[in-house]
C-alpha cells in the first residue's frame, strides 16, 4: 500500500513539477518580451539579493520541517505541535526578513548592485518573505506525511496568480522604464506568494494528521532539534546567496570591462541567467520531484539505522539520476541551439544553452547528491562545500570574465559544477561507508546518451534544416536514447525490492 502511495506521489511530482517548469518556461519568455535583455538582468539582480533574504527567513526551516515531520512519525508522535512550531519560527524569521530587505533596499541598490531601479522591485518583494517561509514550513510536514497533492496544488495556483498579477501590472508599468517592469513582475510574486501560504494553511486545517490529540507530547520537538537543523542549513543557505549575490553583481562589472558598456554587459548577463540557464535547468522537474520525496525515505533509514535500505535508496537515486543526466545534457546539446533560438529569438542565448549542456549533468547530479547528503544529516559538509564553490566561483570571475567575456562566464560554471560534484559524491560514499559505482552511474547513462546523438547526428545528415528536420530529429533522439534508457529504468528494481522488504518482513536483502 506504502508502495503504491510512493507510485502515486512520484507521479504527481514529476507531473506536478514538469508543469510548473513549463508556466514558469512561458512565464520567462513572455516576461523576456517585456523587459529585453537588459531589463531581464536587471531583474537578475533583483532576484540574486532576494535570494539572500529567502535564506535569511526559511532556508533552515524548510529543510528542518521535513526532517523533523518525519521524525515525528518515525518516533509515534502526533504532528500537530511539531507543525505549529514550525509554523511559529517560520512566521518569526519571514517577518524579521521582511523588515530588513525593505530597510535595507536603497543601500543594496546603490552599493551593492550598482542600479538604483533596483531599489523599487527589492520593496515591492519584501512582504512576499513571511508568506513564503510559513509556506515552506507546512510544505516540509505535507511531504514528511507523504502526501504531495496539496503542495503540487498550491505551487500550481501560485504559478497561476503569479502571471495572471504580473501580466496586468506590466500592461500597466511596462512604458515607463525598467525598472518599473521589474516592480510589475515581482508583484506577481508578492501576491502569489500569498495566495500559495493561505491556501497550504487551509489544506493544513483539513488535515487530520495535524489535528491535536491527547496523546501529543507538549512540544513536538527541542528547540535545540530545531536549530541543530536550521542553524546549519540556514547559515550555509545565507552564506552561499550573500556570496552568490556578491557573484550576481561582479559579474556584469567584469563583463562591462571586458565589452565596454554598461547597458551592452547587463543585457549579457540576463541573457545568460535570466534566458539560458532556466532552459538548462527545465528537464531538472523531474529529479527535483525525486528528491524532494527521497530525502524523508533516506531520513526515515538514517534514523533507524537500517544501512540497507539506505544503500539501496542512494544506489537507486544515484543509478536514475545519472541517467537522465546525461540523456537530458546530450538532449540540451544537440537541440538547444534551435530551441532557445526558437522560444527567444536571440541565437546567442541558443549558443549558450549548448555549451552549458555539456555541465548540466553534473548540475543534476550535484543538487541529487546535496539532497541525499541533507537527508543524511550532513548539512554542515555541504555548507563547507558551498562556501568553497561561492568563493572558486568569484574568483574565476575576476580571472575569467573581463578577459574572455561571456565565455569565462560558462568555464566558471563548468569549474563550479564539476568540483562540487564530485566533493558531494565523495562526501557521500565516505559517510555511508559505500563503494563508487561509476558504471552503473556514469558509464552506462553517458553510452545510452552517446547511442541517441550518434542517431541524431546521423539523421541531420539526410533531413532539412527547417522545422520538419528538428521533429524527425527530436523522434530519433528520443527513441535512441529515450527506449534504452526507459529499459534501464523498468529493469532497476531496488527500489521496489527495498520497499517491499521494509514494509513486509520478506527477508534480508544484500547491499549492492
Not at 246 to 272: D, K
Not at 282 to 307: C, N, Q, W, Y
Not at 359 to 387: H, N
Request: hydrophobic share 55%.
Amino acid at each position: 500500500m506504502r508502495f503504491k502511495l510512493y507510485l502515486k506521489n512520484a507521479v504527481l511530482l514529476t507531473a506536478g513539477g514538469f508543469v510548473l517548469r513549463l508556466l514558469g518556461m512561458a512565464f520567462r519568455v513572455y516576461i523576456a518580451g517585456y523587459l529585453g535583455s537588459e531589463g531581464m538582468g536587471l531583474y537578475q539582480l533583483i532576484l540574486a539579493v532576494y535570494g539572500v533574504f529567502i535564506a535569511l527567513s526559511s532556508a533552515g526551516i524548510n529543510v528542518a520541517s521535513t526532517r523533523l515531520a518525519a521524525q515525528s512519525l518515525a518516533r509515534g508522535r502526533g504532528m500537530a505541535q511539531t507543525l505549529w512550531g514550525l509554523v511559529g519560527a517560520a512566521a518569526c524569521l519571514g517577518t524579521a526578513a521582511m523588515l530588513a530587505q525593505f530597510a535595507l533596499a536603497p543601500v543594496v541598490a546603490r552599493w551593492a548592485l550598482h542600479d538604483m531601479r533596483a531599489e523599487l522591485g527589492l520593496r515591492v518583494l519584501a512582504p512576499s518573505l513571511p508568506f513564503l517561509a510559513v509556506a515552506g514550513a507546512l510544505r516540509g510536514c505535507f511531504l514528511a506525511r507523504r502526501r504531495v497533492g496539496p503542495n503540487i496544488l498550491a505551487q500550481l495556483a501560485e504559478q497561476a496568480v503569479r502571471m495572471l498579477v504580473a501580466a496586468m501590472a506590466l500592461a500597466l508599468l511596462a512604458g515607463w522604464g525598467a525598472g518599473y517592469a521589474c516592480a510589475a513582475v515581482l508583484i506577481g510574486n508578492t501576491v502569489s506568494e500569498a495566495c500559495s501560504c493561505l491556501l497550504m494553511a487551509c489544506f493544513a486545517g483539513r488535515e487530520p494528521a495535524f489535528r491535536p490529540r491527547p496523546s501529543d507530547p507538549v512540544q513536538g520537538f527541542a528547540r535545540r532539534e530545531l536549530w541543530a537543523i536550521a542553524l546549519p542549513v540556514g547559515g550555509n543557505r545565507l552564506l552561499v546567496s550573500i556570496l552568490q549575490a556578491v557573484e550576481s553583481s561582479l559579474i556584469p562589472m567584469c563583463l562591462t570591462l571586458h565589452l565596454g558598456q554598461r547597458g551592452e554587459a547587463v543585457a549579457q548577463y540576463g541573457a545568460l541567467k535570466g534566458m539560458a540557464l532556466p532552459l538548462i535547468f527545465f528537464p531538472f522537474s523531474v529529479l527535483s520531484a525525486m528528491s524532494g520525496l527521497l530525502m524523508p525515505e533516506i531520513t526515515r533509514a538514517h534514523t533507524r539505522k537500517d544501512k540497507t535500505a539506505e544503500a539501496r535508496l542512494i544506489d537507486t537515486t544515484m543509478r536514475t539520476a545519472g541517467l537522465f543526466s546525461a540523456v537530458a545534457g546530450a538532449g540540451l546539446i544537440l537541440f538547444g541551439e534551435p530551441l532557445a533560438t526558437l522560444v527567444y529569438r536571440e541565437e546567442a542565448v541558443g549558443l549558450y544553452v549548448s555549451l552549458l549542456g555539456w555541465v548540466a549533468p553534473f548540475m543534476y547530479l550535484e543538487s541529487m547528491v546535496d539532497g541525499i547528503l541533507k537527508g543524511l544529516g550532513e548539512q554542515l559538509a555541504t555548507f563547507r562545500y558551498a562556501v568553497l564553490d561561492s568563493g572558486v566561483r568569484i574568483l574565476a570571475a575576476v580571472l575569467l570574465v573581463p578577459r574572455y567575456g561571456a565565455l569565462g562566464f560558462l568555464g566558471m560554471m563548468a569549474i563550479s559544477n564539476l568540483m562540487t560534484c564530485l566533493l558531494n559524491t565523495a562526501r557521500m560514499l565516505r559517510c555511508t561507508r559505500m563503494r563508487p559505482r561509476p558504471g552503473a552511474w556514469l558509464l552506462v547513462p553517458a553510452a545510452v546518451a552517446g547511442l541517441g546523438a550518434l542517431a541524431t547526428l546521423a539523421t541531420r545528415q539526410v533531413v532539412s534544416s527547417g522545422m520538419a528536420g528538428l521533429v524527425a530529429q527530436l523522434a530519433v533522439f528520443g527513441a535512441g536514447a529515450g527506449v534504452p534508457a526507459v529499459f534501464l529504468f523498468v529493469k532497476n528494481r531496488d527500489l521496489v525490492r527495498q520497499v517491499r522488504h521494509r514494509h513486509t518482513g520478506t527477508g534480508p536483502v544484500r547491499t549492492p
